[in-house]
């Protein structure tokens, strides 16, 4: 005996006649843009640097990360103890000798102590070690210092060539000029290591003025023996004054 055949008004049931994964009959609008919006936000997604850290985030694993900040740390120390050092030396070389170059260099040494402490305040922060505040204002800050040294710098320099003050050379001066262009040329190139694999613009600039010091460091040297071999040439210590104290002024602003 064949079955009775079912009523024609017999709702269907959905999940037989539905295809699987399409939205129900009269699914909300809303609910349809709300799942719109799922996908693009994963398909693009936002930039390391709109979370508000550096681009190292993305290249560095936490472990590395910390090694690197630990490095540049111990770096800033070495810097702050040998920069001392070297600026309480070449002050005293200026005061003795009239050397624009070496009041110059002093000048430096202090702005690279002070930028290497920033650099420390930078990264005291283990969390912080990817922070794009943090590094923002650690630029500013030494940007700020840089200004204010080049100032200095160009006014103690413009004196000394309009009082026409003559660079004198001795042992002392040597010694000087020859270990502070070395050690900070030396700090300047590690600087330059660490703030490329961190991508630290205050790690870079710090050892900009590492460099800046260490050009000066020759440069006292070199003014001092053209001196000793051509008198006529006793402006060249104050024009290398002028010429690194415009340097570093337009880095500052940069």
Known sequence: MEQPAAPLDTTPDPAIVQPPGANP?????????EQLRIGESG?????????????????????????????????SWVSIIVT?????????????????????????ATLDVLSSAIVLWRYSNAAAVHSAH??????????????LSSICIVIKAIHDLAKR??????????????????????????????????TSRALITDGFNSLVGGIMGFSILLSAEVFK?????????????????LTISAYGIK
């Open 25 to 33: 009959p009269g699914a909300p609008r809303e609910q349809q843009q």
């Open 84 to 108: 001392l050092a070297l600026a309480v030396a070449a002050f005293t070389v200026s005061v003795m000798r009239y050397s624009a170059s070496s009041f110059g260099f002093a000048f430096d």
């Open 165 to 198: 003050v003559l660079p004198e050379v001795d042992d002392f001066l040597y010694s000087v000029s020859v270990l502070s262009g070395i050690l900070c040329t030396v700090l300047a190139v590690i600087k330059f290591m660490l703030g490329k694999v961190l």
């Open 43 to 75: 398909q693009f997604s936002e930039g390391p640097e709109d979370r508000g850290l550096l681009e190292s985030s993305t290249r560095l694993k936490p472990h590395e990360a910390q090694s690197y900040r630990k490095k540049a740390l111990w770096v």
């Open 229 to 245: 071999h051509n008198s006529s040439v006793w402006y060249l210590d104050g024009s290398i004054g002028v010429l690194i104290g």
């Open 134 to 147: 943090r590094e923002y204002m650690a630029c500013v800050i030494l940007g700020v210092i840089f200004l």
